[in-house]
Nanobody, 123 residues
Framework: QVQLVDSGGGLVQAGGSLRLSCAAS????????MGWFRQAPGKEREFVAT????????YYADSVKGRFTISRDNAKNTVSLQMNSLKPEDTAVYYC????????????????WGQGTQVTVSS
């Protein structure tokens, strides 16, 4: 069992930066790949980024590639999403998620989810 708590969202102007964090509790965090997803109003939840259980492999949605960076600290049971050059279209509720072993861009393959944190980017 893994419990996830998302934090770090807020209101930022276009071009600004935010850093989201996800704190995990439970055993064997280092055995889980982690992902970030987002859901804008009226839209389906979509993939943002994923990182392997070791942190050695990452993968990003094309819409955030070069602007967002996912990282993890297995000693602290945390995963982060550094978001730079934010755009109004990045406005959404952001969720972290955990999946045993390998990462994925498919949200239905994730077992555990955080409660979400709101990111609002003003133009």
């Amino acid at each position: 069992q893994v419990q996830l708590v998302d934090s770090g969202g807020g209101l930022v102007q276009a071009g600004g930066s935010l850093r989201l964090s996800c704190a995990a509790s439970g055993r064997a965090f280092s055995s889980y790949a982690m992902g970030w997803f987002r859901q804008a109003p009226g839209k389906e939840r979509e993939f943002v980024a994923t990182i392997s259980y070791s942190g050695g492999s990452t993968y990003y949605a094309d819409s955030v590639k070069g602007r967002f960076t996912i990282s993890r600290d297995n000693a602290k049971n945390t995963v982060s999403l550094q978001m730079n050059s934010l755009k109004p279209e990045d406005t959404a509720v952001y969720y972290c998620a955990a999946r045993f072993e390998s990462g994925s861009y498919r949200l239905w393959e994730y077992t555990y989810w955080g409660q979400g944190t709101q990111v609002t980017v003003s133009s």
